[in-house]
């Protein structure tokens, strides 16, 4: 069996995590196959949250739009998410499989996106260039800041290779935790 693409493999980090991929994921996943990453990042906690994996079925249709489009998916008129709320239903596919089932029948600004997300995940994982920011960009804080930073990526929003450095810096600097000040009444 083959082993997943680079292009694909940052794919299901769009699909399952909506966010890039990181260094060590990359250098584990990239020996797999695609169905063995699929298995992986769907029984992930961090995707089975994101992804209502454990809810109701259109739900999790919903939160893969959300997290390739940028949209919620529509459930009425021609080629809407319906199509993919039966196929899991009716057992032709696993939720695990129609996450990147939906990528890849990304059409129109959809696909657009998708390409455009793809592309700046590639150049955020390119900009994490010291030893400091692959270690920084890890743990929860740090993907919530890719999703973050893809959330604003489409078409018709590119980012410049500042704010791809930018997004850089805020996903592997941890958050300052503020405790309050107790007052004295």
Request: hydrophobic share 45%; glycine share 6%.
């Amino acid at each position: 069996m083959a082993t997943i693409s680079n292009s694909d493999l940052f794919k299901a980090y769009l699909a399952y995590f909506g966010r890039p991929p990181d260094i060590t994921g990359i250098s584990y996943f990239s020996n797999k196959t695609e169905a063995e990453v699929v298995a992986a990042f769907s029984a992930s906690p961090e995707s089975q949250a994101l992804l209502n994996s454990l809810g109701d079925v259109p739900s999790f249709v919903n939160s893969v739009y959300l997290n390739l489009f940028n949209r919620p998916a529509e459930f009425t008129g021609p080629g809407s998410a319906t199509h993919w709320v039966d196929m899991i239903t009716l057992g032709h596919m696993t939720q695990a499989e129609a996450a990147m089932a939906i990528l890849r029948g990304a059409m129109n600004g959809d696909a657009d996106t998708v390409q455009a997300k793809y592309n700046a995940s590639v150049a955020f994982v390119n900009a994490l260039d010291t030893a400091a920011e692959v270690t920084g960009y890890s743990g929860a804080e740090a993907a919530q800041d890719g999703r973050d930073f893809l959330h604003s990526v489409d078409a018709a929003h590119i980012p410049t290779p500042a704010q791809i450095n930018a997004a850089v810096l805020v996903a592997t600097t941890p958050n300052p935790v503020i405790v309050p000040t107790p007052t004295m009444d």
